[in-house]
Each structure stands twice: as C-alpha cells, then as structure tokens.
Nanobody, 115 residues
Framework: QVQLVESGGGLVQAGGSLRLSCAASGSIIEAHDMGWYRQAPGQQIELVASITTRDSTYYADSVKGRFTISRDNAKNTLYLQMNSLKFEDTAVYHC?????????WGRGTQVTVSS
C-alpha cells in the first residue's frame, strides 16, 4: 500500500518561506509524475505544482515565480519550496501523482500565512 506523508507546514507571516516535504513508500517519487496540491477551507483541491519523471515542471499561475518543486529520488522525497508566501496560500497541502490514478491521500500538512 502506497503511503504519502507530508510535512513542513506551519504558521508563517506573509512574505515568509516554508519548505514542504513528501515522503513516499517505495519508489513512487521516481516512477511517477508528481504534484503538490492544496485545499483551502470551503474550496476544491487544486494542483499547484508538478514535476515529471524527466524533471519538467508546471506551476499554477497563482504560485509561479514563488514556489519551486523538486524531487530527490534517492530519498523517495518530493519537495515544495515556497517563498514570498501570501495569505491566500493558506491551505492544507498534499502530494500525489500528477497524472493517472491518484493514490490514497495522505493527511497533508497545514500551511497558515498570517497577513
């Protein structure tokens, strides 16, 4: 059973930075296009960044230039560096595959940005 465990969230002031990590069981990170998703209260989950197995990246317009997605295949870990955080980035952040059938969602990590 695939397990995705997100960490690194917290409370930060607007303009601050956080680095999220997603630890995956097995070689999930290496074998799949991976993405970071977020869900704000009362809103649908949205894909904010993704990285292919060939390290091509995609960013939603709302985070472009501020967030950077990366992967460490040797550590089976996906990262999301978030800079210049805004109040509207407040959400629970999850990792999962970016294409194909989603794995079971992990618990996510809460990011709260104070204005």
């Amino acid at each position: 059973q695939v397990q995705l465990v997100e960490s690194g969230g917290g409370l930060v002031q607007a303009g601050g930075s956080l680095r999220l990590s997603c630890a995956a069981s097995g070689s999930i990170i290496e074998a799949h296009d991976m993405g970071w998703y977020r869900q704000a209260p009362g809103q649908q989950i949205e894909l904010v960044a993704s990285i292919t197995t060939r390290d091509s990246t995609y960013y939603a317009d709302s985070v472009k230039g501020r967030f950077t997605i990366s992967r460490d295949n040797a550590k089976n870990t996906l990262y999301l560096q978030m800079n210049s955080l805004k109040f509207e980035d407040t959400a629970v952040y999850h990792c999962n595959v970016a294409t194909g059938v989603l794995f079971d969602w992990g618990r996510g990590t809460q990011v709260t940005v104070s204005s």
